[in-house]
């Protein structure tokens, strides 16, 4: 059964940065696509990036160029480069992989496997 784990979330200051990584058991990260989530208590889980098999990217336009979704393929991990943090990016983290929605929609939650999440908190 495909478990994912995320890892890496913390406190920091505004402008501050943070990686999160994620790790998956029975799926291979590169045969697929794979996203980061967020969600904060009162609102939706909203997409943050995404990567397809080939490594195409795409990013919401809230954290464009200040996140880079990446993978190491050798190890199996999923990472999220957060630089710049900002308060409103406070929020539990998911990675999801299995996707299977429209193409093209690869920020829309539509994935089958989900991680338990880690807490980022931005204040100062």
């Known amino acids: 059964q495909v478990q994912l784990v995320e890892s890496g979330g913390g406190s920091v200051q505004p402008g501050g940065s943070l990686r999160l990584s994620c790790a998956a058991t029975?799926?291979?990260?590169?045969?697929?696509?794979m996203g980061w989530f967020r969600q904060s208590p009162g609102n939706v889980r909203e997409g943050v990036a995404a990567?397809?098999?080939?490594?195409?990217?795409l990013y919401a336009d809230f954290v464009k160029g200040r996140f880079t979704i990446s993978r190491d393929n050798a190890k199996n991990l999923l990472y999220l480069q957060m630089n710049n943090l900002k308060p409103e990016d406070t929020a539990m983290y998911y990675c999801?992989?299995?996707?299977?929605?429209?193409?093209?929609?690869?920020?829309?939650?539509?994935?089958?496997?989900w991680g338990q999440g880690t807490q980022v908190t931005v204040s100062s």
């Open positions: 999801a992989t299995g996707f299977r929605g429209a193409p093209g929609a690869r920020l829309d939650p539509a994935y089958a496997y």
């Open positions: 029975e799926y291979t990260f590169s045969s697929g696509s």
């Open positions: 990567m397809d098999y080939v490594g195409a990217t």
